[in-house]
């Protein structure tokens, strides 16, 4: 079936170092969208990529959409402590109906 | 933004039981999603619920142990049947995010029923 791959699992970094998740699709995405989860919340939309080859920055955080859309990067630049939560990829596939596949999360851990 | 509830927030239940999830949007959505998220793991989708038809059901998840009711356009329903404790898990209702200038088939999801069966 169709998967998204997402590594690491889990990132424990030091705070003001960087961060980076990646996703890669078995197939081709008709985009890819990101999400955050907060310890204890629910997954809250960051942002989405359409296009090839697209990139999209939110402040620290940079999005990426690779050139044959089936795979991305999440950067963070010079983690704060309010990075911390897991950080969701999901893929749409198209076909029928279409439906998010997520990724497996990657939980990022920021230590003061 | 859509603002989206869900009852219970949390519960216990013993095995064998059922228990029924509500989600209530404060608008009027074509497209409802109910997922799982095991412990420490991603989101898995059950089904998606459009008003006025059947529940389209993922590989995996059976109506007979997962019903689902969307009677209106703005409310769900997911029952959880004859529960055993590997159905402890979180259950997410969402939409698709119609906010104006974005593009839809992304989700806003509610603050999820975490359900721990004993």
């Known amino acids: ?112 | 933004s859509a603002v989206i509830s869900q009852k219970p927030s949390r519960d216990i239940c013993q095995r064998g039981t059922s228990l029924t999830i509500q989600c209530q949007v404060d608008s009027q959505v074509t497209m409802m999603f109910w997922y799982r998220q095991q412990p420490g793991q991603s989101l898995t989708l059950i089904a998606t619920a459009n008003q006025g038809s059947e529940a389209t059901y993922e590989s995996g998840f059976v109506i007979d142990k997962f019903p689902i009711s969307r009677p209106n356009l703005t409310f769900s329903t997911l029952t959880v049947s004859n529960m055993s404790p590997e159905d402890s898990s979180i259950y997410l209702c969402s939409v698709e995010d119609l906010t104006s200038g974005r593009r839809r088939e992304t989700q806003y999801f509610g603050p999820g029923t975490r359900l721990l069966v004993l």
């Open chain 1, 1 to 112: 079936g169709q998967q998204v791959m997402q590594i690491p699992q889990y990132q424990h970094v030091q705070e003001g170092e960087d961060f980076t998740t990646y996703c890669n699709s078995s197939t081709t995405l008709s985009n890819i969208q990101w999400y955050k989860q907060r310890p204890g919340g629910h997954p809250v939309f960051l942002i989405q990529l359409v296009k090839s080859g697209e990139v999209k920055k939110q402040k620290r955080l940079t999005f990426q959409f690779g050139e044959a859309k089936k795979n991305s990067s999440l950067h963070i630049t010079a983690t704060q402590t309010t990075d911390v939560g897991t950080y969701f990829c999901a893929g749409l596939v198209s076909g029928g109906y279409n439906k998010l596949i997520f990724g497996a999360g990657t939980r990022l851990a920021v230590h003061p």
